[in-house]
C-alpha cells in the first residue's frame, strides 16, 4: 500500500481518481450488461457515417495511422539517437489500453479528430505530480470527445474499461493532449465546405427515402363534382374502396369504373442537387488535397507524394507535438526525450526499384546491410561486415584482395582471380633504378647474400616492379617449357 505522501505525488486514475486496484474474480462476472456491439468503438457524427465523407475520413485516417510514431532520445545535435523503451514507448507501439492496439489507437485520434474538430486524448492510469501537474509515466490512453471547456478543466466522454461504458468526466487541461484539426475551416466549422455537402447529402437521403417508401402518389379523376360535402364522402368512399382492393390483392391490382381516369404524380424530381453535390465534392477533394486516384488506389509515385505531405503530414505532427507539449516534462526534454514519427520511403517505391534503391543507400552508407535486409522482411546475415556502414564496392584495410592489388572496384571485372597492375607501377625501362646502377656488381661472384643486400637496399617501389617482373619471367619460360 503506498503512502500518503507517494499517492498525493504520483496516483491517477481517470475514473476512481485514486491507485488502481487489481480485479476481483468474483467482479468478473458481476457486469450489468453486455452485448454484441463493441461499446468502445468510435461512434461518428449523424451524418457522416451514411454519406461519402465517411471513406474519404477513413481513408485519411488509416493512412495516417501507418507512420510509425515512438519516444526516443536525441543527441546533443537534436538529432535520433534510440528509442527509449517506457511505457510511452509501448502506448505507441504496442498496447493503448485493454481495448486497442498502438495502430487502432492512433487510427480512433485521426478519425476522431476529423470527425468532431476538437478531441481530447486523456491518459486513463498515469503516474502524476500534482505539485506541477505532470505526468512522470502513463500506462493507459484513451480518445475522448470534448463536452464542456472550462478555464482549466474540461468534460470529456470517455470509455470506462471497468463498467463498460461510456462516461463523462472532468480532467485538468494540463493532462490532456488537446488538438484541433489542422483542417477546421475546411471540415468542421459551421458553415465550412464539409458541412454543406452533408446537408447537401442528408436532403438527397431524404428524397430517395421518399421515393422508396411504397407510396403510388397518384390521382383518380371522377366522373362528378366534389364541391358538396355529399360528393366529397362518396368520393372518400371510392378512394378507400380501391385502397382495399390494392391492399388486398396478392399482386397489388384494382379495378376501376369506365369512366374514372388515373393521373401518376411518380414523375422524377427536377432539380440541380445532384450537380451542386458532384461540384462541393470535388471542392473538397481539391482543398484538402486528395485527388481521386488516392481513393480508387490509381495514383501515382507524385500523388501520393504530395497526398502525405498536405494530408498526413499535418496530421500526425499535430498528434506528436501535442504529446511533446503534455506528456514528455521539461526535465525529460531538456535531458533529450521526444517523440518522433518515422515514415516508411520504401512505402512508395515500386518492387522494381526496390534493390536499385537498396544499393544506393547501402554504397553511400545511408543504410547497413542487415538494416536493409530487415526493411524487406529478411532475416540478419551472420557475415562479417553486415552490420557496419561501409561502401562494399570501395577497398577497405582489411581487404586481404585490395592488399594484394586485385581491382575491387571494377565494375566490369567479374573475375577476381584477375591481376592489376596499378597505373603508377607501369613497367618502364628508364624508370628501373637499381643498387646495381649506382655501384657495379660482379656478376660471376654473385651469390645470394648479395642480392639479399641489394634488395634491402631497394625502396617498395622498386621491391614491386622486380617482383612483376621476376613473375613475367616465369611465365614466359613456363610458355616456353610447355611448347617444347
Not at 437521403?205 to 422508396?212: E, F, L, R, S, W
Not at 507524394?305 to 503534455?326: A, C, H, Q, S, W
Amino acid at each position: 500500500m503506498p503512502s500518503l505522501t507517494e499517492r498525493v505525488q504520483k496516483a491517477w486514475n481517470a475514473f476512481r481518481n485514486r491507485d488502481p486496484t487489481p480485479v476481483r474474480q468474483q467482479d468478473i462476472f458481476s457486469y450489468s450488461s453486455a452485448g454484441s456491439i463493441r461499446p468502445d468503438r468510435r461512434r461518428p457524427k449523424v451524418g457522416n457515417e451514411r454519406s461519402i465523407i465517411a471513406p474519404l475520413l477513413n481513408r485519411i485516417a488509416v493512412d495516417a495511422a501507418a507512420i510509425d510514431i515512438r519516444h526516443v532520445k536525441l543527441d546533443k545535435y537534436k538529432r535520433y539517437q534510440e528509442d527509449v523503451e517506457d511505457e510511452l514507448n509501448d502506448i505507441l507501439t504496442i498496447e493503448a489500453n485493454l481495448d486497442q492496439s498502438a495502430r487502432d489507437f492512433k487510427q480512433d485520434v485521426y478519425a476522431s479528430l476529423l470527425d468532431e474538430g476538437y478531441i481530447a486524448v486523456c491518459p486513463i492510469v498515469a503516474d502524476v505530480n500534482y505539485q506541477t501537474m505532470s505526468i512522470n509515466k502513463i500506462q493507459s490512453a484513451r480518445v475522448g470527445k470534448i463536452m464542456a471547456w472550462y478555464p482549466k478543466e474540461i468534460d470529456v466522454e470517455l470509455y470506462n474499461e471497468e463498467t463498460g461504458r461510456r462516461e463523462t468526466i472532468r480532467m485538468p487541461k494540463k493532462l490532456c493532449v488537446i488538438l484541433q484539426n489542422p483542417f477546421y475551416d475546411i471540415m468542421n466549422a459551421p458553415n465550412s465546405l464539409m458541412m454543406r455537402l452533408r446537408k447537401k447529402l442528408a436532403l438527397l437521403d431524404q428524397i430517395d427515402d421518399k421515393t422508396a417508401s411504397g407510396k403510388l402518389d397518384m390521382i383518380i379523376q371522377l366522373p362528378y363534382a366534389t364541391r358538396h360535402e355529399t360528393q366529397k364522402e362518396r368520393a372518400e368512399q371510392r378512394r378507400h374502396d380501391l385502397e382495399v382492393q390494392l391492399a388486398g390483392s396478392r399482386y397489388g391490382i384494382g379495378y376501376i369504373d369506365a369512366s374514372e381516369k388515373v393521373i401518376q404524380l411518380g414523375r422524377p424530381l427536377d432539380n440541380n442537387l445532384q450537380a451542386q453535390i458532384d461540384s462541393l465534392t470535388k471542392q473538397l477533394h481539391d482543398q484538402l488535397g486528395v485527388c481521386p486516384e488516392i481513393l480508387n488506389g490509381n495514383a501515382n509515385e507524385m500523388m501520393k507524394l504530395n497526398y502525405n505531405n498536405d494530408i498526413i503530414e499535418p496530421l500526425v505532427t499535430t498528434f506528436v507535438d501535442g504529446m511533446i507539449r503534455k506528456w514528455l516534462t521539461k526535465a525529460a526534454r531538456t535531458q533529450g526525450h521526444s517523440i518522433l514519427s518515422f515514415h516508411n520511403p520504401f512505402r512508395l517505391v515500386p518492387v522494381g526499384n526496390v534493390a536499385e534503391l537498396g544499393d544506393k543507400l547501402i554504397r553511400n552508407e545511408i543504410l547497413t546491410p542487415n538494416e536493409m535486409r530487415g526493411i524487406l522482411g529478411f532475416k540478419p546475415s551472420d557475415q562479417e561486415g553486415a552490420d557496419s556502414l561501409r561502401n562494399p564496392n570501395m577497398p577497405t584495410e582489411m581487404d586481404p584482395m585490395a592488399e594484394e592489388g586485385y581491382d575491387v572496384t571494377s565494375e566490369d571485372s567479374a573475375d577476381w582471380n584477375s591481376e592489376v597492375v596499378p597505373e603508377e607501377e607501369t613497367v618502364e625501362p628508364e624508370m628501373i633504378e637499381t643498387a646495381s646502377e649506382k655501384e657495379p656488381l660482379d656478376e660471376e661472384n654473385l651469390d645470394a647474400k648479395t642480392v639479399q643486400n641489394v634488395i634491402e637496399t631497394m625502396d617498395d617501389r622498386q621491391v614491386t616492379v622486380l617482383n612483376y617482373l621476376l613473375d613475367r619471367a616465369a611465365e614466359g619460360q613456363n610458355n616456353v617449357n610447355s611448347e617444347e
